[in-house]
């Protein structure tokens, strides 16, 4: 890995979560509201090596776009959580 993109990635971990965060705009150029560092630090150390050596090919765009289109998504929970959830709220 190039010695200024390591640098980079290591001056991450000392941000705040607002610097993260404006550091997410300028990667990435929407904004984020999370709060969770950590996530944060992955997401935007993700960007930095993808912009440096290139992200995913056409072809693994593509699969990825096939293999979510023929997930089998819930779009409700199943009747045993929602039963918890009725208990508990």
């Given at each position: 890995?190039n010695?200024?993109?390591?640098?980079?990635?290591?001056?991450?971990?000392?941000?705040?979560?607002?610097?993260?965060?404006?550091?997410?705009l300028e990667?990435?150029g929407?904004s984020?509201?999370?709060?969770?560092?950590?996530?944060l630090?992955?997401?935007?150390?993700?960007r930095i090596?993808?912009?440096?050596?290139?992200d995913?090919?056409?072809?693994?765009k593509?699969?990825a776009?096939l293999?979510?289109?023929?997930?089998?998504?819930?779009?409700?929970a199943?009747?045993?959580?929602?039963?918890i959830?009725?208990?508990?709220?």
């Open positions: 890995m010695l200024d993109i390591t640098k980079e990635i290591s001056s991450l971990k000392c941000m705040s979560a607002s610097e993260l965060r404006a550091k997410h990667v990435f929407e984020n509201k999370s709060n969770n560092r950590a996530y630090i992955k997401r935007i150390a993700w090596q993808a912009n440096a050596y290139g995913l090919s056409e072809r693994a593509e699969r776009q293999l979510a289109n023929d997930a089998n998504l819930r779009t409700t199943p009747k045993k959580f929602r039963h959830t009725r208990i508990c709220g």
